[in-house]
């Protein structure tokens, strides 16, 4: 199992920016693909990008494509999230999440990721 703590979430304005980190602890780390999730007030948890073990292949739901970037820094066990020209529809709790998810088959389900990070909420306001 991997610990993911998150950090770096707040209140920003529509077209501004944040960073959200992800710190890991536990071995496993390096071999596992490192994802995030974002779960708005009422409505599902959804995928929002994945990276995987290496960071050498990177997926991002439509709705972030060319706004956000993750990656990851296997060194600092951390794995980022940089989002840019946020609207308001990007406010939610935003998850960390970690698994053995083989980048070829399943990434952007939840039930693909075992360990979760408590969630960090970001505001986008007009």
């Known amino acids: 199992q991997v610990q993911l703590v998150e950090s770096g979430g707040g209140l920003v304005r529509v077209g501004g920016s944040l960073r959200l980190s992800c710190v890991a602890s536990?071995?496993?780390?390096?071999?596992?693909?490192m994802g995030w999730f974002r779960q708005a007030p009422g409505k599902e948890r959804e995928f929002v990008a994945v990276a995987s073990w290496d960071g050498g292949t990177k997926y991002y739901a439509n709705s972030v494509k060319g706004r956000f970037t993750i990656s990851r820094d296997n060194a600092e066990h951390t794995v980022y999230l940089q989002m840019s020209s946020l609207k308001s529809e990007d406010t939610a709790v935003y998850y960390c999440?970690?698994?053995?998810?083989?980048?070829?088959?399943?990434?952007?389900?939840?039930?693909?990721?075992?360990?979760w990070g408590q969630g960090t909420q970001v505001t986008v306001s007009s």
């Open positions: 999440a970690a698994g053995p998810v083989l980048m070829s088959g399943s990434y952007n389900a939840a039930t693909d990721y075992p360990s």
């Open positions: 536990g071995r496993t780390f390096g071999t596992y693909a």
